[in-house]
């Protein structure tokens, strides 16, 4: 077991290297303990991050970890955290190969998972011409048919928003739709009609989707399919810590609650990006591990005197 910690950072994305930089920079002990799991790896690019636009999120953080190499107290380790434990005066953290950490903080940046529809086909164009966030993949698809597989006023919600970036628009809702004449009269006004069909795949080449294909043995040529989904934790830490949930959003179905310092119900332990979000982006993220770093540093400079 090695000298304590100031402060573990369980997850090396965005909001995981984000906080490291700031705990560096106030010179204290951090160690990133990184799966390399995160959600965007698939995208094509970053869309809308200043300075990083459309750029693949793999060199995001490439290029984070080079920036954290400069600062001595901070190390960065591939692996995954199988436990914590919170006892008087901070927490034990237990790795997947049997090492075992100990830290004053804790600040849980793991991720989310997306759980969409059970579509076939959808997980071969996931983060290039299938994707969750138009203003994330919106651009890329301009102007092309497009395709919105959600139902109810959500599915409502994301065709209308969809239809900012192309005329083009199709609300999917792979069987009964559930919408109210109100509904109805807000997509014809968009000029967004409703296909109720059930849905076998999305079939596409080269990576890209081309067609939607339905039960009834026809399709139909789209260039781009916004999904609605739901985030999940990725790891069950948060779970295992205790810490309080939020009520389940349209997106996020387990944010962890957090107050304005990103601090958890559990005295020591912060969370950050997608695990206390209900709108998932990679420069909130970033802010969000910042300001949970300020946040644990404070906290820590308080402690020692």
């Not at 002990?29 to 636009?53: C, E, K, M, P, Y």
Request: charged share 20%; net charge negative.
């Amino acid at each position: 077991m090695s000298e304590r910690w100031d402060g573990v950072v369980i997850g090396g994305g965005a909001a995981g290297l984000s906080a490291a930089l700031v705990l560096g920079r106030a010179r204290k002990r951090t160690l990133v303990v990184d799966a390399g799991a995160q959600s965007n790896r698939a995208a094509h690019g970053i869309g809308g991050l200043l300075g990083f636009d459309g750029v693949p999120p793999a060199q995001l953080y490439a290029r984070g970890r080079e920036e954290l190499a400069r600062y001595p107290t901070v190390e960065v380790r591939d692996g995954e955290v199988a436990d914590v434990t919170a006892h008087e005066g901070g927490f034990t953290i237990g790795m997947s190969g049997g090492v075992v950490e100990r830290a004053r903080r804790v600040l849980l940046a793991t991720g989310m998972q997306y759980q969409a529809a059970a579509v076939p086909g959808l997980e071969t164009f996931w983060g290039r011409s299938v994707f969750h966030c138009p203003f994330c993949h919106g651009w890329e698809v301009r102007d092309q048919p497009l395709a919105v597989l959600a139902a109810g006023e959500r599915g409502v919600h994301m065709a209308t928003l969809l239809r900012g970036w192309s005329a083009d628009v199709v609300l999917l809702t792979n069987g009964p739709a559930g919408l109210a004449d109100a509904d109805r009269d807000r997509l014809a006004a968009a000029g967004i009609p409703v296909d109720e069909r059930a849905i076998v795949r999305v079939s596409g080449a080269d990576g890209e989707v081309e067609a939607v294909e339905f039960a009834d043995g026809t399709s139909l040529a789209r260039r781009g399919l916004l999904v609605a989904g739901t985030l999940h934790q990725r790891s069950g830490l948060a779970r295992s810590l205790g810490v309080r949930f939020a009520e389940p959003g349209p997106v996020s179905a387990e944010a962890i609650s957090v107050d304005a310092f990103w601090r958890t119900s559990v005295p020591g332990v912060y969370a950050a990006g997608d695990v206390c979000a209900q709108m998932p982006q990679v420069a909130a993220a970033i802010a969000a591990g910042s300001g949970a770093a300020v946040a644990m540093v404070g906290s820590l400079m308080e402690e020692d005197r």
